[in-house]
């Protein structure tokens, strides 16, 4: 088979990688032109433009978009529109809002599977996992790309139509956020509690039989092996959060509670506020108020504009 | 009737001054001698001991005790106990826990009235509110003294035998975080929010008729006026806790989940992490782990020692 | 001043009766005629309809709106279009969400105000507690009738620009979904706790002197003292949750935590779930797969088609 | 070496049979009879009594308890007393409370190691995950039944001194109740959600390559391949939570906030609230009080005694 593929980035040159491991032909795109070299030393075909890369690929193309979630999406999606026709499948594996996922299939003259992909870098040796939603011929189609992306025939499923792909793996980063903070607070009681504990060694431990080992918790070894059981100059403060704000909203539209999901992704909230949280700060005021607690001010010198 | 009140500090003198307003003779004690003298210049007989209270109060003695709960109310109660007879009546009326009021109870020879207070300073004009565990004929006996320390006869009320008092007390303080708190995550959103408000106009407003109106909102009003809609120099830092940690130790032996309370009680105790909270030091790593996201670390020149 | 009231339910014969009180004239649509009827016996003059209020309002009308949030809104202002300029005042009394009030201030030909009331139909007799947002011009211009529909001129103020009057009311009503729950918590702790309480005597000294004082908790000491202690058949659902709803929205776009607010969402999301919580019945069936622990069942003849 | 076991229930016989497994001599007792001669048939040497199981062993005793936490615990130790001194080593391998494992540490004449067992009957092939705490001496001499009991060399590892063993597993089930619901959310949001799902198939594709991959995913995909992918008459009632009250009160203890810990063990009692939630009914007749929302009342027919 021979598959476009477009974006080169960390993501997209594992995808670049196992589908040419796979036996498979590869036809690379990236507005970075080192980039595209790099994918041609590995044994790509590299186009200079998504009309080139449209051309090489002749009648029924198959195309992996592995750009960044939102407007790179429909950018290249319009680029290529001229050269789409039904028999085309257009793959998009980035972390796209499912709704927009629902529109472009709507909106794309191709086929379109949307791909939740999770695996992250260490899916160069071990392949993805992928959730993949939009028409069953289209996934069928695409059935020895996935094979090659994902971990095996196991690592990729079809999950429905346009969208359920896409909407499963936001879901995945909701918990994802979740069994993240869950497994932090575990390793804070610990770090905070009353023995001298060596996390790394605890982390081991549980890894080898325990009912809470998993793939994270391995990671956490790995953290607590490289930074210590202190965990060093890593700060107090976690970035990103899109996918897993996307799946509390979701969740409010479908009035389910998460209490644990949307704890996680107050503690990122809660990280990013530089200048303390406003509620504590009321609640430390007002406890001056009814019982005359002294006030807590912040140094004067700490201070910054608001 | 005639009142010994052991502990002259803030609320002490409260109870002394609303008792002596009502038209009661009142013996008052404090190993301060300054709080003694300052009692006697309001109307009060000195006592500077508690033997000397005690044989001033002669029979069917009636003693509030108001000093810091724990180790403080063992040690007045067991100065006094050689003084005391089961005609006697001892009213504790501060923080204690209600399982060492229910001891207390058991171990003094006098009735025992475990006696929760809220209203805090405020109360000195307005009367507190007042929660009472105990024998009925001992709160009976008490209830001119009540009717005078409490905002009058609807402000006090028996809510049961030894430990009830303060068991409501108890719970009333984790009621209380969590309306901190509450108002504090309303405040705050409208503080990071979308439009540049007045936030002292509108706790004004919600004071008068809104569904939220209470005296909580009306310290935030205060509080708004005197440190600005920025609450100035106010630090995100809340002390405390003992009370709400009761609250939810409680709640756990009686299965009853708190998620609010807990909720509160957990922003007090992250306001006080000083390195920061361990569990999103980890979640910060580990998206490095799995995503490659850039590690955020904390300025050297910050970290402090651990 | 003359003042035309189109929706003449609980809340819109509050706003027609005090404004009738405090010596104005009101002009009344329902497009229910029995309500018309009952509103010029209380002393306002009927219009049979939009159009026919517009004509008897004549130049610098000024118009209150009190019909559900939604498209009604959005009708009545459609209809009432070809009659408006911008010497005009529109008042939208009801929940909307500001973003639509932004969207139709825009829209309007008159000058628009979105007013957040609360206070619910005790507001008859005490007055309403309202939030203006929209030209200060206009918010002077209905500053009679404001005086006269809230509980005076401390009760009612102008919070900003088009929006903001129903912002502020959206985060009221996200506070007020976590008073509500915070005191329901320490009340579920009382009534399942150590000690049999009288729930309605606990409500009222709290309101008499304590800290945790409010208008809601008098609801409750009227509850308890109306269903009873245990609150008889009252059930374990709780309806409505819009407003909360936007609220957590909204701090979500402002990442903003809020775990308060959002617990007593869940509260009701999962009040809701008759067919109970996914979640908790996979937590069970996980206890049987690590630990062999017996699967609880639900008996076959309560279970329900999913 | 010669292991005495105690407790041979479903994980005690997995600790039998794999020292036995392993090539050691096991000495075995439990209170039933049958118990005895199934583990005597397995190859172990039968002891009917504590007595008769601690004169098999001789000097330098080696003795596994695995009987349930708390008295039965208590209960072994007094009987063996006698017949230990500070050569011998008994090990704890129950989920005993850690104080009570370092208050036994301490009364005990031999050194005595408490042990933290996770795995569950799973284990019986893989082998378990052991925390232990305790003397190091004691901790190496028993390093080949370790090895055995354990997944080998790296399921097993000193954590620190006596009770740290049985604290790290306190936080091990801690972390578990919140990882089981934080994947039970995202479960639920995908069976509430916008599409029908298989949701086996779901759990199958993320274990397989996916960030979220772990052996409690294994679990749940067993689960819904059993259970179909509404999870049929399983009920929404968690029973258990001990070791997770005990998470959350040594969290209290160290001001530590757990948020999601606790909200997935609030999740557990309010499963069991079978007259529903009392806050929740407050809340419900509270929309009453303020709006006159009609009020929720459960059928009379279902309502039983409080």
């Not at 680029?79 to 789409?84: M, S, V, Y």
Request: net charge negative; with cysteine; hydrophobic share 40%.
């Amino acid at each position: 088979m021979q598959l476009g593929v477009v974006g080169l980035g960390r993501m997209g040159r594992i995808v670049v990688d196992r589908t040419l491991a796979a036996g498979h032909d590869v036809v690379a795109f990236d507005i970075d032109a080192e980039a595209r070299e790099e994918a041609a030393d590995a044994g790509a075909t590299p186009a200079d433009s998504l009309d080139s890369l449209a051309a090489e690929l002749g009648e029924a193309k198959r195309i992996w978009l592995m750009v960044p979630a939102g407007d790179a999406v429909d950018a290249a999606l319009s680029e290529l529109e001229p050269h789409l026709s039904d028999d085309d499948v257009v793959v998009d594996g980035g972390n796209s809002h499912f709704e927009d996922s629902t529109r472009r299939a709507e909106e794309t003259p191709a086929a379109y599977l949307d791909c939740g992909t999770s695996g992250g870098p260490a899916g160069a040796e071990l392949g993805f996992s992928l959730m993949v939603g939009g028409p069953e011929w289209a996934y069928e189609t695409l059935t020895p790309v996935f094979d090659a992306v994902a971990t095996g025939p196991d690592g990729h499923a079809r999950m429905g139509p346009a969208g359920s792909g896409h909407y499963v793996k936001m879901v995945h980063n909701g918990v994802e956020y979740a069994l993240m903070q869950a497994y932090g607070e575990g390793f804070e009681l610990l770090h905070e509690g009353r023995y001298d504990l060596d996390l790394e060694s605890v982390a081991g431990v549980w890894n080898n039989g325990a009912v809470i080992r998993s793939w994270l918790l391995e990671l956490c070894e790995e953290a607590f092996r490289e930074e210590g059981s202190s965990l060093g100059t890593v700060a107090d403060r976690i970035e990103g959060g899109s996918t897993g704000t996307w799946t509390v909203q979701e969740a409010l539209a479908q009035e389910v509670p998460l209490p644990l999901v949307y704890a996680a992704l107050s503690e990122r909230f809660g990280s990013r506020a530089d200048e303390g949280r406003f509620s504590r700060r009321l609640a430390n005021r007002l406890r001056y108020g009814f019982g005359r607690h002294e006030v807590q001010r912040r140094d004067e010198s700490e201070s910054r504009t608001e």
